[in-house]
């Protein structure tokens, strides 16, 4: 069983910086590829990056590319989101989320909460 605990987030002007982070606890966090989604008003959730268990396989939405960067610390079961040259249209809950790489069970956190406003 994983626990997904993510912070970071509030309210950032357009051109703005924020990093997310999810803290997972249980066991095994280095067994699992670990994701970023987001879901804004009115969308469905989407995924934003995904990060394989090993850490150096990383995949993008268009939507974010050069933008956002995803890494994960798997001494600190930590996995980030770093979220640069930020828009109003990345204003959305943002969920992390694990996929065991063996059984694909999945986790998801709570969801944190990304406004992009002046």
């Known amino acids: 069983q994983v626990q997904l605990v993510e912070s970071g987030g509030g309210l950032v002007q357009p051109g703005g910086s924020s990093r997310l982070s999810c803290v997972a606890s249980?066991?095994?966090?280095?067994?699992?590829?670990m994701n970023w989604f987001c879901q804004g008003p009115g969308k469905q959730r989407e995924l934003v990056a995904l990060i394989r268990s090993g850490g150096s396989i990383k995949n993008y939405a268009d939507s974010v590319k050069g933008r956002f960067t995803i890494s994960r610390d798997n001494a600190k079961n930590t996995v980030y989101l770093q979220m640069n040259s930020l828009k109003s249209e990345d204003t959305a809950v943002y969920y992390c989320?694990?996929?065991?790489?063996?059984?694909?069970?999945?986790?998801w956190g709570q969801g944190t909460q990304v406004t992009v406003s002046s």
């Open positions: 989320n694990a996929v065991h790489i063996m059984t694909l069970k999945k986790y």
């Open positions: 249980g066991s095994s966090f280095n067994l699992h590829t």
